[in-house]
């Protein structure tokens, strides 16, 4: 997520507009570049490599239920939610996560998906549904 943010706030130092606020904007085919990067970088190298760069850093990976590879449609339905569970501060994603047995976020219980640790061996043995 912070890749995406230094590179969002590079792209609107560079092509931003200013306001009469004292802060940049960007509006019109400007802002297609964003939406373009967003599903590229969250969806697309989700679905094709198990997780965002991020979760590579950490050696995690985004999977079914089951422990499979996930889609472009799974990945897709995981990060629409995003914007529902980074509202109010992420508290209604805290929320979640700490009362799902498999600690999922909203996206993940919708797209029928978990997030595991490659290093925990327990978790790779996920198939284990209440």
């Known amino acids: 997520m912070r890749f995406f943010f230094i ?14 606020e004292g802060g940049k904007s960007i509006s019109g085919l400007l802002a297609l570049p964003i ?23 950490l050696n995690l990976r985004v999977v079914n239920i089951n422990g499979k590879e996930i889609g472009l449609t799974q990945a897709l339905k995981r990060h629409l939610c995003d914007w529902a569970e980074l509202s109010l501060f992420g508290i209604p994603a805290i929320i979640v996560i700490k009362t799902t047995e498999k600690h999922q976020r909203l996206g993940d219980l919708w797209a029928n998906t978990v997030v595991i640790d490659l290093k925990d061996l327990e978790q790779l043995n996920i198939p284990q549904q209440g």
């Open 7 to 20: 590179t969002f706030f590079i792209y609107l130092e560079l092509f931003g507009v200013d306001d009469n």
């Open 35 to 57: 939406c373009i990067y967003w599903f590229i970088y969250f969806i697309y190298v989700e679905a094709l490599y198990g997780g965002t760069l991020g979760h590579q850093a």
